[in-house]
């Protein structure tokens, strides 16, 4: 069975310093692996992908994250955190096979950044 | 470039009267599109996805269903609301071919069953 764990419901992080926001996975085969960010009553937005090759993945908003077959992990990182970040973040997983269409998605972290 | 709609965005239903929410995709064809139900704003459930015109697959057993009309045209509906369904329910599409396709999300509609 798949699924992704944030194992943090909650992250506060000061303006300027570097926020991490946690992503474990358990899939069969290779995992396609996503993050999106919720702000209050509006959609998802898609922040990057890791599909194949490189293990570190730049996204949008400044926004990276690194994927780590061994640990089955996919962090969320950025270098310099700004108050305009906090919001709500999803983990998700993708099977790598024919006909699975759907995302499975974590139970989200919610990331404070304070002035 | 593509745009998806989701309306209303907000609405207040008594228990026991049908629903009916509409999303719609511009700017590109033949998408696989999804319907998710989010709770107190957290984890996503995947209700039903679409891969084609009349093409609909239910993820789990419950109160809705879903039709696809026309080919970037999906609609969620009930035809008696429970207090259960009350809800954040996003409508997303990604493209038909590639498993590493991202989703794209609609702005959601804002259930309230009373």
């Known amino acids: 069975a798949q699924s992704v764990a944030q194992p943090e419901d909650q992250v506060n992080v000061a303006e300027g310093n570097p926020l991490t926001v946690k992503c474990t996975y358990s899939v069969s085969g290779n995992p396609y692996l996503f993050w999106y960010v919720q702000y209050p009553n509006r959609g998802l937005q898609f922040l990057l992908k890791?599909?194949?090759?490189?293990?570190l993945v730049k996204g949008s908003y400044g926004f990276e994250a690194e994927f780590n077959k061994s640990q089955t992990s996919f962090h969320l990182k950025k270098p310099s955190a700004l108050v305009s970040d906090s919001a709500l973040y999803f983990c998700?997983?993708?099977?790598?096979?024919?006909?699975?269409?759907?995302?499975?998605f974590g139970t989200g972290t919610r990331l404070t950044v304070i002035p | 470039s593509q745009t998806i709609h989701q309306w209303p965005a907000t609405l207040v239903q008594p228990v026991g009267s049908p629903l009916s929410l509409e999303c719609t995709v511009e700017g590109t064809s033949n998408p696989n599109l999804y319907w998710y139900r989010q709770a107190a704003g957290r984890g996503l459930q995947l209700l039903f996805y679409?891969?084609?015109?009349?093409?609909i697959s239910s993820e789990v057993p419950q109160n809705l269903s879903a039709s696809r009309p026309q080919d970037r045209q999906f609609i969620l509906s009930s035809k008696k609301l429970l207090l259960s369904d009350s809800g954040f329910y996003l409508c997303a599409w990604s493209r038909f071919r590639g498993q590493g396709a991202e989703q794209f999300f609609g702005p959601g509609t804002r259930l309230t069953v009373l």
């Open positions: 679409s891969v084609g015109i009349g093409q």
């Open positions: 890791y599909i194949t090759g490189d293990n």
């Open positions: 998700a997983v993708r099977p790598y096979q024919t006909g699975a269409n759907n995302l499975f």
